[in-house]
């Protein structure tokens, strides 16, 4: 799945070097590994998918629960993470939240691996699409959409089921360290005909997307260093943003359309799609184009935290 050690970092207020760290893991990492890692990952797959749906949700959410008790270090990222977003809250809350989103991600995971086995007809009964009059009005326009999301809810769900309404998306995800593993997930990811596109090749493809006025899903809570960075507010703090998306939409004139993957229950979710943001609204000629970069950076990250202010514990904090 498209999930990024990286995800929480703005809310928390810290700086992250993605690319040196993913980089030296890439070097320690052997073919061996990578066979054991999948090895593990079908076994543990084949022993959810003999299980009830509801039976296999619990089985994930206690393995997850129980990985998180034996690696305190990702525990207490969690809980810190949380602490800098709501300083407010009691430690209690914090806690509760921390379980909760736990068992969510872990919830998630499992329903997501099960879209294997299930048809068109039984995946779309278990996802409730609010809004869809948005996605089409943003298709009418002609130059191309951008479903703005963040690892929210089932996420990647969402990206399958918004691959079923009027035609197939592109959802953007950053490839796994270890690639056997990468094409056993974005095999479920094509499975009902979506293409996705690697992070690390994005930039020429999302411009011939939209050019073709396809459907692109991107992730936008990723922090980022360097020159792709714009500083925006996030949860009271100035965050590393990935100002990519913004150059793109103001350089095609492509709609943005939020869209979030809501958890409900007993594997249950809804896709709502919300109102689409023009890029007419970061002003024309007469702003300085970087100054309408970051207005629309601003603009992305404003609606993703109010989506994630909404339910705290669907949001990836770990």
């Known amino acids: 799945m498209s999930t990024s ?3 929480a970092a703005a809310a928390a207020g810290t700086t992250v070097e993605p690319g040196r760290g993913r980089a030296s893991r890439r070097r320690r990492r052997s073919a061996l590994r990578h066979r054991a890692e999948l090895v593990l990952f079908r076994l543990g797959a084949g022993g959810l ?4 749906s509801a039976a296999a949700r619990r089985a994930g959410q206690a393995a997850a629960r129980l990985a998180f008790a034996l690696l305190p270090s990702r525990h207490r990222i969690l809980i810190d993470n949380l602490t800098a977003a709501f300083p407010e809250k009691p430690a209690k809350d914090i806690a509760a939240i921390a379980d909760r989103s736990i068992a969510g991600f872990a919830s998630a995971l499992v329903d997501f ?11 779309l009964s278990r996802v409730l699409v ?7 009005a943003a298709r009418a326009r002609g130059s191309g959409v951008f479903l703005l999301s963040a690892h929210f809810g089932s996420w990647e769900i969402g990206a399958l089921v918004a691959g079923l309404l009027g035609q197939a998306i592109a959802p953007v995800a950053r490839p796994l360290d270890n690639p056997l593993l990468e094409e056993e997930l974005a095999r479920r990811r094509r499975r009902f005909g ?3 596109i690697s992070k690390r090749e994005a930039a020429k493809e999302l411009l011939r997307a939209m050019s073709r006025n396809e459907t692109v899903a991107i992730l936008v809570d990723q922090n980022v260093i360097g020159r792709e960075a714009v500083f925006v507010p996030f949860f009271g703090r ?17 709609a943005v359309v939020p869209v979030f993957t809501w958890p409900e229950n007993e594997g249950r979710y809804r896709l709502e799609f919300e109102t689409p943001i023009l890029p007419e609204e970061f002003g024309g000629p007469e702003v300085d184009r970087e100054e309408r970069v ?22 990836l904090w770990i």
């Open 5 to 7: 050690t990286d995800a």
């Open 113 to 123: 691996l099960e879209t294997s086995r299930l048809s068109r007809e039984e995946l």
């Open 294 to 315: 970051r207005r629309a950076t601003a603009r992305y990250m404003e609606v993703t935290e109010a989506a994630i202010r909404q339910n705290p514990a669907a949001w």
């Open 194 to 196: 979506n293409r996705p």
């Open 238 to 254: 100035l965050a590393a943003t990935n100002a990519s998306l913004a150059r793109i939409q103001l350089k095609t004139r492509a």
């Open 49 to 52: 998918a003999m299980l009830p």
């Open 130 to 136: 609010v809004g869809e009059n948005h996605l089409r």
